[in-house]
């Protein structure tokens, strides 16, 4: 997957595409492939890099979601759950079962929770990750070691999925390329283009590397860019009302020690009604989240001082050793593309709204998908090419993504060790640190991180800056903040290298990256 090749083919292509696709996260990747297996035409186009926003900082879940079953919300359950099971069958190189143990501290708890477990296992049929059961206190902690004991009654343990969300971002647009689609990142929307009948057939496009502005034809335009649904639909439409409340979830990453062993810990409800999940993740841990309303899109949202001091006193509270800001190795938030309902007339709070995905046709003929959450992602593509395909007036064909495996699937990955997550494409990986050994050693004892996956990610995964890399190609900044700054000249020095760029850009994507970085550090007081 290399953008040269990517615009090369762009500037080949002869005719109408049958879909062009705005946004290059979860939704529209998935959109993507879904359009590009059924043998359609179809262009995605990315304003910044793949997963840029909120697709690269969810709490690394695929799951049928607890907190939407307390909420009676059983028919997204059932779909997430279904999806999970999916997800897993087609890329288990970076889905894995996960144990979570919901730890008792009062008499009621252990029956509770213990019958809704039994309820989201049922749900989950044959799909299901592994059957709950009650523990004993001796037992909890044996799965939890370093909980706070005092007052430990017991706990539930159950089953769901984790994975690493801009990898399997990473590996999907791969996938779309593989299928015959074109995949561009950097290149950003900047207006619609009507027929004369007021139609929306196609874009305008800008690079944002060249400065070079391209018009697009289409025959359906498809607009899936998470939290930025509403600017897309007022280049349609500039009446068009807001349909999304934005919703910042912030979470914080630790080290192992705080956390070791292969289980999670998920608090259903806090002393303030959120839900908190502790949870292994790349030898670390990560805590989160949290749920604060915010007043609109960002790239880069900042956690808040309230979210950060929540989440440390509350993992000080189920934790042995109390965390404090020093321990904190990265900082990050994201924020939820939440749809409004308007029967609640935009008073709900927006941990109560659904995360249930909306398609809507406007009567231009612009189709947006919105909302939902990053496990269903494919049945929300489903759902939207199944409508496109007749507004596009294209012939009609099955989905054939349940069964289709992600760039990458590899039943047993786990034996490429530290490069499990490249899963079928770890052997080249491993033959470019065999042929180049200075490739194989570690930039930083912090990170694992190496130069050979710096090159693989500027040859064969599209990453153009050095924020592509060390935020979402590898996961450095997620995993320590300090040390992703630390390492950055030599990464940029092994990108220009690669890519053929000059001092002076380094320079400049070393600066960028801080700037953007800075924000990943526990602020000190």
């Known amino acids: 997957m290399q953008r040269d ?260 810990i998920m608090v259903p409800k806090t002393d303030d009604g959120r839900v908190l999940f502790a949870i292994p993740w790349n030898d670390r841990v990560v805590v989160g989240t949290t749920d604060e309303e915010v007043d609109g899109p960002s790239m880069e949202p900042v956690p808040m001082e309230k979210e950060l001091k929540f989440l440390v006193e509350h993992t000080g509270r189920y934790l042995v050793k109390d965390p404090t800001p020093d321990d904190v190795l990265s900082v990050f938030a994201g924020i939820r593309p939440l749809v409004t309902d308007p029967s609640k007339g935009g008073d709900a709070d927006t941990s109560e709204i659904s995360r249930d995905h909306v398609l809507h046709i406007s009567n231009n003929g612009l189709v947006t998908i919105s909302g939902g959450k990053w496990t269903t992602y494919r049945k929300m593509a489903e759902d939207t090419i199944d409508q496109a395909a007749t507004l596009a007036n294209v012939e009609e064909k099955p989905s054939v993504t349940a069964n289709l495996h992600i760039h990458g699937w590899h039943e047993h990955a786990e034996k490429f060790g530290e490069l499990s997550k490249y899963g079928s494409d770890a052997p080249a990986l491993q033959r470019l640190m065999r042929d180049n050994p200075e490739w194989g050693e570690a930039y930083d004892e912090r990170l694992p991180v190496r130069p050979a996956q710096v090159v693989w990610g500027a040859r064969h995964e599209m990453a153009r800056t050095l924020e592509d890399v060390l935020a979402r190609r590898t996961r450095s900044l997620l995993l320590d903040a300090q040390a992703s700054i630390d390492i950055a000249p030599r990464v940029a020095a092994h990108m220009a290298e690669e890519m053929g760029h000059d001092q002076a850009w380094q320079d400049e994507q070393v600066e960028a990256f801080t700037e953007v970085a800075r924000n990943y550090l526990m602020p000190t007081s």
């Not at 696709?21 to 910044?48: C, F, K, M, N, P």
């Not at 070691?145 to 791969?174: C, S």
């Not at 009446?239 to 070791?260: C, K, M, N, W, Y």
């Open 5 to 264: 090749a990517g615009i090369e083919a762009l500037e080949a292509h002869d005719g109408l595409w049958d879909f062009i696709i705005i946004g290059g996260g979860a939704t529209g990747l998935g959109v993507g492939i879904e359009a590009a297996s059924r043998g359609y035409d179809t262009l995605l186009l990315e304003q910044h890099d793949f997963a840029k926003a909120t697709s690269s900082k969810s709490t690394k879940l695929v799951h049928g979601g607890v907190r939407y079953l307390q909420q009676g919300n059983i028919s997204l359950v059932l779909e997430a759950l279904k999806e999970r099971g999916l997800l897993q069958k087609n890329a288990p190189h970076l889905v894995h079962n996960l144990a979570f143990v919901v730890p008792n501290y009062d008499w009621w708890e252990g029956p509770f929770y213990g019958i809704g477990m039994k309820v989201y296992d049922m749900l989950a049929g044959r799909q299901n990750f592994g059957r709950s059961k009650q523990l004993s206190l001796s037992d909890t902690l044996e799965h939890l070691p370093t909980i706070e004991p005092e007052g430990l009654r017991g706990g539930v343990i159950y089953y769901d999925g984790q994975f690493d969300d801009a990898r399997l971002a990473v590996n999907m647009a791969q996938t779309f390329v593989e299928q015959g689609g074109v995949a561009l990142n950097y290149m950003k929307v900047t207006g619609l283009h009507k027929a004369d009948d007021g139609y929306v057939n196609g874009v305008q496009a800008e690079c944002q590397e060249s400065g070079t502005t391209l018009d697009l034809k289409a025959r359906a335009v498809i607009n899936a860019t998470g939290i930025f649904t509403d600017s897309i639909r007022k280049m349609d439409d500039p009446d068009a009302h807001d349909t999304l409340r934005p919703s910042q979830g912030t979470h914080i990453v630790l080290p192992r020690e705080f956390l070791p062993g292969d289980t999670a």
